[in-house]
């Protein structure tokens, strides 16, 4: 009865470095998305990938952040060279097929010092 | 341009009493609505979902009702408990095909015994 799981859960960087998210959707589920919330706000979505593929991106800033759903693995979400901004709860979500009920991770913390 | 609106923050209610939870919307494309319950330092929970054909769903002690001639969806619950103490977001999707959610910024109810 695995959900989604997320790792880390907590991520501290300072600026300048490099983050990396992993998400493994819950079992039988092939779409993945990523969503940001920052403080006092609701989650805004990021990027849509099914397996190698990415769907949608367009909530996704073009600088500095990529992802990926490789056909092995966890989707990985990769911020580069942080900055203080993007301090922010990064919570991905599955469902089985497009279009479906999202169910989402507990979220990796972001702090960036 | 907030196209999912949850106009409050914050919800007080006493024990065994109704709940109700109001979120507007303006895109008219909007085809499937979600409200999702969610507690600090966790995933949001799904709770209970409409598509547009509806105008009501049940789901134990909770009741999503839905005006499409308004834009407006509310959330019953009843009889609250303290432990239905959380920060409910309403989401909306559809339109193109696209299956990202649009949340809206959450009201945080609180249960009081």
């Known amino acids: 009865n695995a959900g989604v799981m997320q790792n880390p859960r907590h991520l501290v960087r300072r600026r300048g470095q490099e983050a990396r998210l992993r998400c493994s959707p819950m079992k039988g589920h092939s779409h993945v998305y990523w969503y940001r919330q920052l403080p006092e706000e609701g989650l805004k979505f990021m990027v849509y990938?099914?397996?190698?593929?990415?769907?949608?991106e367009s909530g996704m800033p073009k600088e500095r952040f990529s992802a990926e759903f490789p056909k092995e693995g966890p989707s990985i979400l990769r911020i580069q060279q942080v900055v203080r901004g993007d301090s922010a709860a990064y919570f991905c979500?599955?469902?089985?097929?497009?279009?479906?009920?999202?169910?989402f991770g507990p979220g990796t913390r972001l702090t960036v010092l | 341009d907030q196209q999912v609106k949850q106009n409050s923050p914050s919800l007080s209610v006493q024990e065994g009493r109704i709940s109700i939870l109001n979120c507007d919307y303006t895109n008219s494309m909007f085809d499937y609505f979600l409200w999702y319950k969610k507690y600090p330092a966790e995933g949001p929970t799904f709770l209970i979902s409409?598509?547009?054909?509806?105008d009501k769903n049940e789901d134990g002690r909770f009741t999503v009702f839905l005006n499409k001639s308004a834009k407006h969806l509310s959330l019953h619950i009843v009889p609250s408990q303290p432990g239905d103490s959380a920060v409910y977001f309403c989401a909306a999707s559809g339109g193109a095909g696209y299956s990202t959610l649009t949340f809206g910024k959450g009201t945080m109810l609180l249960v009081s015994p």
């Open positions: 409409i598509s547009s054909i509806k």
């Open positions: 990938l099914q397996k190698e593929n990415i769907i949608d």
């Open positions: 979500a599955s469902s089985p097929v497009g279009g479906d009920t999202q169910y």
